[in-house]
């Protein structure tokens, strides 16, 4: 989304992010007191995304697991946000609605998938308004972005329909979490940052 942007622009707007405070995870309608495991094969809790999910590779969506997850989960959902984006709100990578309970994502299962499937799983809209992954490209100078892929536990409750955007399924999920987890991966550019440990996830 920001490919565009020059150098000089990106550093100039490098202090104008949305905000961590505005990310799904922490709105107090969506809270919940368990806590599900989170984590990627492909890159460690708190470090860089290898350049293959972002706009500077391939721009596949990453593999993703998850345990922990409490009984009586209805619904599993998964949320991607950008809250470094010089943008009012974060900007949505990825939703993904009615996830396994007890499953994974592959390298680049994040994927238009039209009306979803028969299981009640659906690909949402991102903020380039179409179903899949949008790939990370944060603008050139504006810094480190952190990308927080959030996991939540839903009890029994209304679908948000068809190709549900982030207003849709916020609306949906309101008091119905029972957990959430929280896997952040990282990524700038013109800037090198190594690689950490894969394997590693966060907790909510």
Same mark, same amino acid.
Do not use: C
């Given at each position: 989304?920001?490919?565009?942007?020059?150098?000089?622009?990106?550093?100039?707007?490098?202090?104008?992010?949305?905000?961590?405070?505005?990310?799904?995870?922490?709105?107090?309608?969506?809270?919940?007191?368990?806590?599900?495991?989170?984590?990627?094969?492909?890159?460690?809790?708190?470090?860089?995304?290898?350049?293959?999910?972002?706009?500077?590779?391939?721009?596949?969506?990453?593999?993703?697991?998850?345990?922990?997850?409490?009984?009586?989960?209805?619904?599993?959902?998964?949320?991607?946000?950008?809250?470094?984006?010089?943008?009012?709100?974060?900007?949505?990578?990825?939703?993904?609605?009615?996830?396994?309970?007890?499953?994974?994502?592959? $390298?680049?299962?994040?994927?238009?998938?039209?009306?979803?499937?028969?299981?009640?799983?659906?690909?949402?809209?991102?903020?380039?308004?179409?179903?899949?992954?949008?790939?990370?490209?944060?603008?050139?100078?504006?810094?480190?972005?952190?990308?927080?892929? $959030?996991?939540?536990?839903?009890?029994?409750?209304?679908?948000?329909?068809?190709?549900?955007?982030?207003?849709?399924?916020?609306?949906?999920?309101?008091?119905?979490?029972?957990?959430?987890?929280?896997?952040?991966?990282?990524?700038?550019?013109?800037? $090198?940052?190594?690689?950490?440990?894969?394997?590693?996830?966060?907790?909510?």
């Amino acid at each position: 989304m920001f490919e565009h942007i020059p150098r000089w622009l990106g550093k100039a707007l490098s202090p104008f992010r949305a905000g961590a405070d505005k990310l799904a995870i922490v709105r107090p309608e969506l809270a919940g007191e368990g806590v599900i495991h989170l984590a990627s094969p492909a890159f460690a809790n708190g470090a860089r995304l290898p350049d293959r999910f972002t706009a500077d590779g391939e721009g596949s969506s990453p593999p993703l697991f998850w345990t922990s997850v409490p009984e009586g989960t209805a619904r599993l959902v998964l949320i991607v946000e950008d809250p470094d984006a010089p943008t009012p709100q974060p900007v949505v990578h990825a939703i993904v609605w009615g996830l396994p309970i007890d499953g994974d994502l592959k $390298q680049g299962e994040i994927a238009p998938d039209g009306e979803g499937n028969p299981e009640g799983e659906d690909v949402g809209r991102n903020s380039r308004f179409v179903e899949g992954w949008l790939p990370p490209d944060p603008p050139n100078g504006h810094g480190e972005h952190s990308y927080a892929f $959030q996991l939540f536990a839903l009890s029994e409750g209304e679908d948000p329909g068809e190709n549900p955007g982030r207003g849709a399924i916020l609306r949906a999920m309101e008091g119905r979490v029972i957990a959430a987890g929280l896997l952040t991966g990282t990524y700038s550019r013109g800037e $090198q940052a190594p690689i950490g440990p894969v394997g590693a996830g966060a907790a909510a």
